[in-house]
């Protein structure tokens, strides 16, 4: 058993690794800024407030856990084109506070990152492998892969292990109880398209001019729930029978793309919706993103199991009807 932190756990994809680190039988703590209930289901405990703030450092300190995933930050591409400084604060200024914490423990924890596929902005050829350019397009992309390179440099320094999951699209909602899922007013796709169906509504799908077979985007949609199992699994490997130094990097995805027409024809098809409209796209958008995840196969054995398209879109809804 395990002490694990999770900050921003009270987020979407935070909620899902604090649920499967806790039904893997660690102990689970949360710090996030704001309070749901509902992702705090078994929790061991937490604390309410800025991952980076004097009263949440102490936490950590006391607690001295493990394993640290870090989820906490800022996560919108279109919105860090307009407002970078926030980014910057929130999703470096801060990390570098905690780590600065961190890297003083006498038994220096094991950092999980959440990256994002981001990084590689538009890239040369698909699927992406983790050796592949980082060549970021947006100051969202541009904090990941700075967070990369700098948990790098603390491994180098201070011997501190980390794992960096570069997520292509999480999407979808636990698959066994479905009472955790995405908050209403998510901005990727699959959870708009499921909202305008629900609310009987059009959607708009941003951009069909795309270099791409149908002109719309297209992207490598993973479950929710295969994110958390990787975690799970790479504490595993980093820290059991043979324990792994250094820090590490993985594509989480499922080296498939999915274009957003196809998103939509599905729910259209399914549950309905009333129109589908086209909008210009958005900038800081790459026309295709697909990852090439024989990496973490390779190490260690994850696979992604509820992430055909269908499993994905139907847990989804689940959790938005229940």
Known sequence: MRKVIVTGGCGYIGSHVARAFKQNGDQVYVIDRVKRDHTLKDIDGYYIGDFASDDSLATIHSLAPEVIV???????????????????????????????????????????????????????????????????????????????????????????????????????????????GQEPGATHLIARALEASIAKQPITINGNDFPTPDGTCIRDYIHVWDIARAHVMAASFKLDDYPQPGADVFNIGTNLGTSNQAIVD????????????????????PAELVANASLIEEKMGWIPNHSDIATIIDSAYRWYTQ
Request: hydrophobic letters at 35%; aromatic letters at 12%; charged letters at 20%.
């Open 70 to 180: 870090h989820c906490a930050g800022t996560s919108l591409v279109g919105p860090s084109m307009s407002n970078p400084g926030e980014y910057y604060d929130n999703n470096i200024s801060k990390t570098i506070r905690l780590l600065n914490v961190v890297r003083d423990f006498d038994q220096r924890p094991l950092i999980m990152f959440s990256s994002s596929a981001s990084v590689y902005g538009e890239p040369d050829c698909l699927p992406i492998k983790e050796y592949d350019d980082i060549r970021p397009i947006s100051p969202y992309g541009a904090t990941k892969a700075m967070t990369e390179r700098i948990l790098a440099d603390y491994w180098g320094a201070y011997a501190m292990p980390s794992v960096c999951f570069r997520y292509f699209n999480a999407a979808g909602a636990e698959p066994f109880s479905a009472d955790l």
């Open 266 to 285: 599905y729910v259209v098809e399914k549950y309905g919706i009333p129109a589908v409209n086209y909008g210009p796209h958005r900038m800081g958008d």
